[in-house]
Nanobody
Framework: QVQLVESGGGLVQPGGSLRLSCAAS????????AAWYRQAPGEQRELVAQ???????IYTDSVKGRFTISRGNAVKPVVLQMNSLKPEDTAVYYC??????????WGQGTQVTVSS
């Protein structure tokens, strides 16, 4: 079992930046993929960005050029750098990790609010 805890969320003005981290309850030596999802009020959860074990990344169109997903370390395996934030980025952001042979773990989420 792995517990994931997100951190780094908060209130930021439009155009600002936040850096989200995902801490694991034990060392994760490798993963198949790690991702960040978000869910705004009244909306479905959506994939924001994903990074695979080979380093390949994908982003939802609305964050391309503004967000960067990267590998962290063994206890904080994935990071999301968010720049040029917009009010429409407001949501709860969730960390998701797929560990071999195929177990998926979720964090409980961190609130990101973009408002002036």
């Amino acid at each position: 079992q792995v517990q994931l805890v997100e951190s780094g969320g908060g209130l930021v003005q439009p155009g600002g930046s936040l850096r989200l981290s995902c801490a694991a309850s034990r060392i994760i030596f490798s993963y198949n993929a790690a991702a960040w999802y978000r869910q705004a009020p009244g909306e479905q959860r959506e994939l924001v960005a994903q990074i695979t074990s080979s380093g390949s990344t994908i982003y939802t169109d609305s964050v391309k050029g503004r967000f960067t997903i990267s590998r962290g370390n063994a206890v904080k395996p994935v990071v999301l750098q968010m720049n040029s934030l917009k009010p429409e980025d407001t949501a709860v952001y969730y960390c998701n990790i797929l560990i071999p042979p195929g177990t998926e773990y979720w964090g409980q989420g961190t609130q990101v609010t973009v408002s002036s």
